[in-house]
């Protein structure tokens, strides 16, 4: 039996046997699992009486079905939970058939719930809500919720209610407006503008705009009135996901209204691929084989690596192709390319070569050492096979008329070579896409979609291109949303395929017999796959 993930893990770890590991008989099904968005909910400040209402979302990416048995909600009894609905992994359309509890989220599934907040006071008030699993206390832990709002009676709120500057990393600089708004004709004047601060850092990397805005009058009738701009350039990341860092306080003589600050700050973002470099079978007595690590900085600072070596067991099957560079400088946005070799000369078929690509990484935030596991299974079958890394491109949002280029490599992992014959990219149709699909479907035919949204840029230089045991190829995908669809919100998001299919050229393995088709994704136009392309258009 082949070893699985876990126990490979294990085996990293140790990095001592002589020959490699043996394969384990088994694995215990996955833990439960199931993830929440948001994690906090702030309402801001509401009139007295008026309802709001937020969405949340619970996503099941793991391999077992969550079985929900209900819900607990402490705190203030002004806010209830009015609706349940059924959810995408991604995400929630206000569509979804309606749910009762109890019910189970599938893998691949979501859940869906809108919470109510009714102010019927000027004080504070705060919730805490979780789901029901029984006995699964850490799981319960996980899908908690803590909910804030504060009831007001002067008919005056800021907008937005709070500002989030979302993912943000150090360095970068960001500016938020915000404007204060009164549901009635009266006339309101806006004394001062103030800071507080939840950590200590806050006031620091924040800076109001204009700093002093001085008195703000909004007459009769005058629905709102921009007051000021919030500039935040973050000085240092935070460990534990977005926060609330501070708060803006608008003061109206003996009245005062408090927006919460809050964003997720991360490092300088170097970016590694693939996470685990897996060499597969790798024949015993072949020539060797090779595979790419691509660096790539996703931050706005340049980042240095540096002291790039493999630490392997006592056998050192793993190499550099070629010597690295003893200092790599990489400026925001470039990558560079390491290529990795491989060969067994001896050993037991079946065992396990395990090694580990380390080195130090310098930049603002950066963490300092890194690692890259690498493994490979020996063995006496030769075949193709194929394989993309990361086998996933997340492009993020991408703003109407734009576009952005990620790359994926294209790997043989198999013992054979292949000849690639074609590559397509699909997009999901747009009727599908306020409703994010689990799975998509690749289309009938390998001509270009002149209506995908994603698209292969050099595609021509793969046609017949001979791909040999260890070789790689870079593919480039641009993500294009072109122009806002007419009668479409602001943002949109889109999804995807990129499918490559191939020759084996004489393979004995399980793709025999030769001259066999070999797709990957493995997936015909009449069934479905996960998407493996993600991107959202938006308005900025």
């Not at 001062?192 to 009738?221: C, K, M, N």
Request: proline residues 8%.
């Amino acid at each position: 039996m082949a070893p699985t993930m876990a126990h490979l893990k294990a085996c990293l770890v140790a990095l001592s046997l002589a020959v490699g590991c043996a394969s384990s008989p088994g694995e215990e099904a996955g833990s439960a699992v199931l993830v929440v968005t948001p994690d906090t909910i702030q309402f801001g400040v509401v009139l007295i009486g008026e309802p709001r209402v937020q969405v949340i979302h619970y996503g099941n990416p793991g391999e077992r079905p969550v079985a929900v048995k209900g819900v607990n909600l402490f705190g203030s009894p002004e806010f209830s939970v009015i609706r349940w609905y059924e959810g995408s992994l991604d995400g929630c359309v206000t569509e979804g058939a309606a749910v009762t509890l109890p019910t189970t989220i599938a893998p691949g599934a979501g859940l869906c719930a809108e919470l109510r907040f009714v102010p019927t006071s000027t004080a504070v008030a705060s919730a805490l809500m979780e789901l029901q699993f029984g006995g699964d206390v850490a799981l319960r832990s996980a899908t908690r919720v803590v909910a804030f709002g504060q009831g007001t009676e002067s008919h005056l709120e800021v907008v937005p209610a709070v500002l989030d500057f979302g993912t943000i990393l150090v360095g970068q600089e960001r500016t938020l407006a915000f404007a204060l708004r009164s549901t009635r004709p009266e006339m309101v004047e806006v004394t001062g503008l103030t800071l507080e601060s939840v950590v200590d850092w806050f006031q620091e990397d924040v800076a109001l705009v204009p700093p002093s805005p001085g008195p703000v009058t909004i007459e009769p009738g005058q629905p709102a009135m921009k007051l000021a701009s919030l500039r935040f350039s973050p000085s240092q990341a935070l460990l534990s996901g977005k926060e609330t860092l501070g708060f803006v306080v608008v003061e109206m003589g003996d009245e005062a209204l408090r927006v919460a600050v809050r964003a997720d700050v991360q490092q300088s973002h170097l970016d590694v691929q693939p996470e685990w470099v897996d060499f597969g079978d790798v024949i015993i007595g072949a020539p060797v084989s090779l595979r790419t690590v691509v660096f790539q900085n996703q931050g706005l600072l340049p980042i240095e690596i540096s002291d790039l070596r493999i630490d392997q067991d006592w056998e050192g099957d793993f190499g550099f192709h070629e010597p690295p560079p003893a200092l790599i400088v990489l400026e925001p946005g470039h990558h560079v390319s390491i290529t990795i070799a491989i060969e067994i000369d001896d050993g037991l078929v079946g065992s396990l070569s395990l090694g580990m690509l380390r080195f130090g990484v310098t930049g603002a935030g950066a963490e300092p050492t890194r690692a890259v596991p690498l493994i490979a299974t020996r063995s006496a079958v030769t075949y193709c096979a194929l394989r993309l890394q990361p086998d996933e491109l997340a492009y993020g949002a991408v703003e109407w008329g734009d576009r952005k280029v990620f790359a994926t490599t294209l790997t043989n992992i198999g013992t054979a070579p292949c000849r690639l014959e074609a590559l397509r990219v699909s997009t999901a149709p747009l009727d599908t896409l306020l409703e994010p699909p689990g799975y998509c479907t690749v289309p009938e035919t390998w001509d270009p979609d002149p209506e995908s949204r994603f698209v292969l840029e050099g595609a021509e230089n793969f046609i017949d291109a001979r791909l040999e045991p260890g070789e790689t190829r870079v593919i480039a995908v641009a993500f294009e949303p072109g122009e806002q669809p007419s009668g479409y919100p602001d943002v949109l998001h889109w999804f995807g395929m990129v499918q490559v299919r191939a020759r084996d050229l004489g393979g004995t393995g399980p793709n025999s017999p030769s001259n066999a088709t070999i797709l990957w994704p493995p997936v015909t136009s009449e069934e479905a796959w996960p998407c493996n392309l993600t991107g959202t258009g938006v308005a900025f």
